[in-house]
């Protein structure tokens, strides 16, 4: 039997169970495949970083998979609809009888996936899916009802307990060598279908070597730390993996492991959930959250707010307000530097993320999916899943998502969370001269001395204003 494994957002050969099971039961070689699909990704909202990031990987992944005999094929069409037939006419050409993946969770991916499982059948050829985005598979956390979780502190003291009862994670599967390496792989481009070279890719290394690298680092280092400094965006107190968790580069399993190891802790119970290790597991378990919440609720994959009664939520229209927020000159400077630093890293800290999701939702009362949007296109690490639970979070429309009165105000989290100031002067750097506290929101007079605007918006007045528009959808 001769196996085709088609990569996704799986880009790795470490803990991969359709690459570890396709290279245990090939005995006639493996082959593996990426196919690009730019016209989709672009219906994706995918935008420069993120193409040029994934690509990147893909070029590492044929590294890695040729030092275990198996080439990559890389193939390049506009659409998935397009994904069958290519899938199917690659695997007869090369003799394959299988093709094997890991299962995405997104509606159109379903559905793509289904169309390949048909032509590949039609061609006789097999297919056989696996489990690998999650800690546990979707479907398998669920109330005592069997009703799926709609709060995250439940999801995840049931998780916890799965997980334990289930004996934890096991060991990760490790792929088998191949005797031969069948043909050379296929030149892996860095640009595909009119995307363009991003210049903070350089930014970001490629490989899942890197990724390990970086979590190893993180477990060993910043994650004792992780309670006290994960929110201070001025600081680098988190693992900056989650690019590499979005492409699959790194396994979220191989994160909770190594967490766990650092933890001296045979099960997840075990830790306690305020430490460094219990915080940092809860944060991959938010991740596994909205994953198997697209699972349940397959209109979040399609722009729908989760909560309903704010379907009528009337959004206020204001291209100049937007442009404003996207190019970091909103006149709030922690709104800006978080704006700018996105802008220039295609990332963003996470409590920057929430800042500048609700001043876009509340204060300027701009739609959550202008800004979905705008973050897919900018971030090196944008995903579906977790990208629309943040942004429904922030606008209130979601899943155990923050009350619509619960309005942060970016200034006073601006005091709490960059108290120097050195996060908003790293990024807004003509308020480099500004003093220590007057930083936050400097004075008119300083202002116009630094050449930075005034606030696009009243604060106060804008947050009543959101406060009544939504209590009147209720
Ligand atoms: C409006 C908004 C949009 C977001 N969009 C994305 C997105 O497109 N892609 C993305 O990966 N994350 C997104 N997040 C979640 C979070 O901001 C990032 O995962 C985090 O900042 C990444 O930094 P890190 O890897 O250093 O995280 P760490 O703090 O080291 O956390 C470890 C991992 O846990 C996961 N994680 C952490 N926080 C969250 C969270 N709140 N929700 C879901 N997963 C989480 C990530 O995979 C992350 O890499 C968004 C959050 C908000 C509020």
């Not at 396709?22 to 082959?31: F, S, W």
Request: aromatic share 10%; proline share 5%; hydrophobic share 40%.
């Amino acid at each position: 039997m001769r196996a085709m494994v088609w990569f996704r957002n799986d880009l790795r050969t470490g803990d991969n169970p359709a690459l570890a099971a396709a290279t245990r039961e090939a005995d006639r070689g493996v082959v593996g495949v990426f196919v690009a699909c730019p016209a989709q990704w672009r219906v994706h909202d995918w935008g420069d970083p993120k193409a040029g990031f994934v690509l990147k990987q893909v070029g590492a992944l044929a590294g890695e998979l040729e030092r275990l005999g198996i080439p990559l094929r890389f193939v390049c069409v506009a659409r998935f609809g397009d994904v069958p037939e290519a899938l199917a006419r690659l695997a007869t050409d090369l003799g394959c009888d299988a093709v094997y993946w890991n299962r995405e969770l997104e509606v159109n991916e379903v559905r793509r996936d289904a169309g390949v499982r048909m032509r590949l059948s039609e061609a006789g050829i097999g297919a056989r899916e696996f489990d690998d985005q999650t800690i546990l598979a979707p479907g398998s956390v669920m109330t005592d009802e069997g009703r799926w979780y709609t709060v995250f502190t439940p999801f995840k003291k049931k998780l916890i307990g799965v997980l334990d009862q289930e004996g934890g994670l096991g060991k990760p599967a490790a792929p088998k060598r191949q005797p031969e390496m069948l043909f050379a792989s296929d030149e892996i481009p860095t640009a595909v279908g009119g995307f363009g070279a991003w210049p903070g890719l350089g930014r970001w290394p490629a490989g899942a070597r890197d990724a390990t690298d970086r979590l190893e680092a993180f477990a060993s280092g910043g994650l004792a730390d992780y309670r006290e400094r994960r929110d201070a965006p001025g600081l680098e107190g988190t693992s900056m993996l989650s690019a590499y968790l979005a492409c699959g580069t790194v396994s979220v399993r191989d994160c909770v492991r190594r967490a766990m190891r650092q933890a001296g802790a045979g099960t997840l119970g075990q830790i306690p959930a305020d430490s460094g290790a219990g915080i940092w597991i809860s944060e991959l378990i938010w991740r596994e959250f909205f994953r198997h919440l697209i699972v349940a609720f397959p209109r979040l994959c399609m722009g729908r707010n989760f909560q309903r009664q704010y379907d009528r939520l009337p959004w206020r229209e204001d291209d100049a307000a937007f442009g404003a927020w996207r190019e970091g000159r909103t006149g709030v400077p922690i709104v800006d530097a978080a704006m700018r630093q996105l802008a220039q890293t295609g990332w963003m800290h996470n409590r920057c993320r929430m800042i500048v999701a609700m001043f876009l939702t509340k204060n300027l009362l701009l739609d959550w999916r202008l800004g979905e949007r705008h973050f897919m296109q900018s971030l090196v690490d944008g995903d579906l899943a977790s990208n629309n639970g943040g942004w429904q979070w922030a606008a209130s429309t979601g899943t155990d998502a923050a009350p619509y009165f619960r309005v942060f105000n970016p200034v006073s989290q601006s005091v709490k969370f960059d108290p120097g100031g050195a996060y908003i002067r790293r990024w807004v750097p003509e308020l480099s001269g500004v003093e220590d506290g007057a930083v936050h929101d400097p004075p008119p007079l300083a202002r116009s001395r630094f050449g930075y605007p005034e606030a696009i918006v009243d604060l106060k007045a804008s947050r009543a204003r959101a406060i009544g528009v939504f209590k009147a959808c209720r």
